[in-house]
Structure formats: C-alpha cells, structure tokens
C-alpha cells in the first residue's frame, strides 16, 4: 500500500493500493494502442487538446492546490503558485511546437532533403514529490505535443497528485490512456524501464535515483533525460546592493521550505561584506512565520517526511561540530509535523557537510571568500552543476563571471527559476539533457535524415 501522509500533523489522508504487475504491463499495452493512433494527428488537434489541458487546470486550481499542501507540505500560496504554472506551461507548448518540430529543409545533392521531428512513442516520467504537479507537467506538455505517450511513475508519497494528473488530461479530452499513472514502488522502476514497449525515460530527483534510472536505461539503450540535485552557489560580491540581495537570498533559500534542487544553498560572500550578509540575512530567516501550509500567512510549512528531518539534522549538527557558526535555528521544531526551523550557518568551510552536501531544507551555509576569483573557484568546487546566482552592480563583471561558473544556468541579480522559454538541467552530478524551451521538446523525438532523389 501507498500512504499519503499530511506532513504537517503527521496524520494519514489516505492509503492507495499499488497496481499488480498485471495491471502495469496493461497500462502500457493501452498506452501503446494510443500513442499509435495520436502519432498521426496533427499539431492542430495536440494544441487544442492541450489548450483544454491548461483550462481544466485553472478551473481545478484550489483543489489541486490543496493536494499538493497536504500530500507534501508547501504553503498553499506556493501551491497555487505552481498549479497556474502548471497551465502556462501547457499553453506555451500549445503555441510553440508546431513551429519547432516543424520539418527542417537542408540544401544537398538530392533533389531535396530535410530534417523531420518524429515521437519515440511511450516515454516513462520517474517524477519527485517537491514539485509534484510542476516537474510532470514540464514533461508531459512537451512530450504529448511532439506526439508521445506519457507514463508516470510519481513519488510513493505523493499518489493523490499523481492520479489527479492523469484525471486532467482525461477530463481534457486526450485519448484514454495516452497519458497513464502507475502506482508503484521504486523498486519496480527497473522492470518496467526493460518493458519493450517504453522508448525513452525522464527523471527528477536525487543523483542515487539518477544513477539507478540511468543504468537500467542504458542497459536497454534507451535515451534519458536526467535533472538530478543541486547545490547552488549565490555569490554576492563587495559591490552587491546588500538590502536586495539579502532579500532575495532569503526567498531562494526558503523556496518550499528550502525543497529544491534550485533553491540556494551555499551563499559565498566576498569577506569584507560577509558578516553584514550573514546578521542581515538571520534576521529575516529567523522572522519567518513557520506553521500551518494552508494559512496564506505561513511562509514556510513543514518538510515533506520525518527522514528528511533526521537528515537535515545530522548535517546541521555536523557543521557545527567542525567549526560552522549558528546564528538562528539549527533545531527541530516541536509539535507532530515535520518542522524545521529556518537556519543561518556562517563560517562555512570545506570538510562541513553543508559545504559539500546538498542540503534538502531550510538551511543556509554563508562560506567567505576574498575576492571574486576564489568566490568561482568556491562556487565550481561542487559535484553538482545545476543553478546560480551572481551579485555585483557591475553587470559586464557579472556576464563575465557567470560565462565561469559550471552550471546549467546563472542568474546575474536574481534568483535561479525555471522558465518555459529557457531550457532548464545541469552538468556534473546534476545530471544531463534540457527540458523546457525548444531544447526540451526536441529531447524525446526522432531527429530524422530524409533525402530524396538525386541531382
């Protein structure tokens, strides 16, 4: 059985009862029969099906909203917030991938030649539980609308979101089937991945699922798409606007309670401003109303299970151990739920976990630096590559350094977001291949020679 668990108060909403294996190898044989059929239809049916997708999301936003807060924890606020995003996303594919998958003529020796964008067919989504709406849809919207099936194995925590997503693009009009949800373990990926009928697979999450995903994935020589997890530097040099900049740093380190792979986490600050950044940035952290998700007042809700508590913890506890300085929280909250409180380390050097490690929670590690060319070398010295942040007033200094940093993307006086129009993935650790923008679109298609006659 699967159980849903409001983290919160730690009190079960409701178990789920996994699918056979039975049961999952029809779902795909009935996904397969569909994505045979919606191959052929054309980019004028895909977008009003999608267009529709994004309609059934807006006009269920609050329940949907709802479900994430009480499956995972995140303040209502930000899971309304990701739901909306959830139907833009739908409507930018909807707009854009008839021009991008459009065929590509190349000049040759044959009386013509072109480049054609066909669909895999069935790709397998292994999705996390921190955005348990977002990272499907940014899959699903894309691959539907370049003609491919979709199947989802969600997180074991977050069952009533998957199957609500599946409900969505029922209720949109899609094929039955086209787009089906599998409730099943992790230990039951690897078979399913070896199922002849599944061309490609899509996962987000930790780079220990990564690994496992992309191993049995390449066993069967199937492509993937990995967005793995991140450990994303936020530097802010000696002529940063300090009063934005800390702004700014608390809200991307305290996005979902500090759940994501993007969020901030190590803050490498020029010496000379680093004390100022650290008591400033304490302040606002340790001011932040944790408590219940669904008051709209709450900034931070709980973590999303009991292990990531323990183990947020243990490398809070660490650091401190080895030398880290506290300057607000570092402590488990009291009550049932999974509450941790907002938590400022400074003084952060090398051989502490929370420099090394990616911190899954709300907790900041401020590691000084001299100047800007140790703040680089700080900020590669990393397994992971996802996201960054830069802060100078200087913006040709900023461009300058961010074309230094080993990253899927810099963001130079902002904070690391997803955008449809970007592509969005990581180097190192954080895994490989693009979702989002025309890059995503084009990762699960059959990029395809065709040359015609001679000349």
């Not at 300085?325 to 402590?331: A, E, K, N, P």
């Not at 739920?337 to 900041?364: C, I, K, N, Q, W």
């Not at 070398?377 to 990393?382: G, I, L, T």
Request: charged residues 25%; proline residues 5%; glycine residues 8%.
């Amino acid at each position: 059985m699967m159980k849903s668990v409001n983290p919160a108060t730690n009190e079960m909403i409701r178990e789920y009862r996994e699918h056979t294996d039975a049961e999952v190898w029809a779902a795909i044989e009935r996904g397969q029969a569909a994505f045979t059929a919606w191959r052929n239809t054309g980019f004028d049916e895909r977008r009003r099906l999608l267009l529709a997708a994004g309609r059934v999301v807006r006009e269920e936003l609050e329940q949907h909203a709802r479900t994430i807060t009480m499956e995972m924890g995140k303040t209502i606020t930000e899971s309304r917030a990701e739901v909306e995003k959830c139907a833009r996303v739908c409507e930018f594919y909807a707009d854009h991938a008839a021009a991008w998958l459009a065929d590509e003529l190349v000049e040759t020796d044959a009386e013509k030649s072109f480049v054609a964008y066909e669909p895999l067919g069935l790709v397998l989504a292994v999705m996390p539980w921190n955005f348990p709406f977002w990272q499907v849809f940014r899959f699903a919207a894309p691959a539907l609308m370049a003609g491919n099936g979709g199947v989802l194995k969600h997180a074991s925590n977050v069952p009533g979101s998957a199957l609500a997503i599946a409900g969505i693009f029922r209720r949109a009009g899609f094929p039955p089937d086209l787009f089906n949800t599998l409730l099943i373990g992790a230990s039951r990926v690897e078979a399913v991945i070896a199922n002849p009928l599944i061309r490609a697979v899509t996962i987000t999450g930790s780079e220990v699922a990564g690994s496992r995903v992309a191993a049995a994935a390449g066993r069967e020589i199937k492509k993937t798409v990995m967005e793995l997890g991140g450990s994303d530097p936020f530097i802010v040099l000696e002529d940063a606007d300090l009063p934005d900049c800390v702004a700014v740093s608390a809200a991307a380190r305290m996005v979902n309670a500090g759940q994501t792979c993007i969020a901030a986490k190590r803050f490498i600050v020029v010496a000379s401003r680093a004390e100022e950044f650290a008591e400033r940035q304490a302040q606002v952290m340790g001011a932040m109303k944790v408590g219940d998700p669904l008051d709209p007042a709450t900034q931070a809700g709980p973590l999303a299970r009991a292990d990531l508590v323990e183990d947020l913890h243990h490398q809070v506890t660490a650091s401190i151990a080895a030398g880290a300085r506290l300057l607000t929280g570092g402590r488990r909250l009291e009550g049932p739920g999974f509450f941790y409180a907002p938590t400022v380390l400074a003084d952060v050097r090398p051989g502490m976990p929370v420099y090394h490690e990616e911190t899954f929670g709300p907790v900041s590690a401020i590691i000084p630096v001299r100047d800007e060319e140790e703040a680089v070398r700080v900020a590669n010295d990393s397994e992971y590559g996802l996201g960054a942040s830069l802060w100078t007033r200087d913006l040709e200094r900023g461009e300058r350094l961010a074309r230094r940093i080993e990253s899927g993307a810099v963001f130079v006086n902002g904070m690391t977001r997803s955008d449809p129009r970007m592509p969005f993935g990581g180097i190192k650790k954080s895994g490989y291949g693009r979702e989002l923008s025309y890059h995503g679109i084009r990762e699960f298609v059959n990029i395809k020679t065709v040359s015609i006659g001679s000349r």
